[in-house]
């Protein structure tokens, strides 16, 4: 199992930037594929963007292609979500999520990082 912590979430208008972290500790993280997710209130929790264990896959839901950018550090058990023009339809609460390479269901969650988008 590995233990997931958010970060880097706040307040930002439109058309501007935030970078969120999703710091792993426990076991070896890069055994895991990682997930963003997000959820806005009184909607449900939608996929944002994957990463393989080894960086060689990604994929982004059609709404943030070319403005969201997933990466991560194994070496520093980072994933990051770079975020450029936020819209304020990018409010959401945003988690990260891990699954071991080659299932299907995501294990383990953080506690999710606020993102609002001023118009």
């Known amino acids: 199992q590995v233990e997931l912590v958010e970060s880097g979430g706040g307040l930002v208008t439109a058309g501007g930037s935030l970078r969120l972290s999703c710091s792993a500790s426990?076991?070896?993280?890069?055994?895991?594929?990682v997930g963003w997710f997000r959820q806005a209130p009184g909607k449900k929790r939608e996929f944002v963007a994957f990463?393989?264990?080894?960086?060689?896959?990604?994929n982004y839901v059609d709404s943030v292609k070319g403005r969201f950018t997933i990466s991560r550090d194994n070496a520093k058990n980072t994933v990051y979500l770079q975020m450029n023009s936020l819209k304020p339809e990018d409010t959401a609460v945003y988690s990260c999520?891990?699954?071991?390479?080659?299932?299907?269901?995501?294990?383990?969650w953080g506690q999710g990082t606020q993102v609002t988008v001023s118009s």
């Open positions: 999520a891990a699954k071991l390479f080659g299932t299907t269901l995501y294990s383990n």
């Open positions: 426990g076991q070896t993280f890069n055994d895991y594929d």
């Open positions: 990463i393989s264990k080894s960086s060689i896959t990604s």
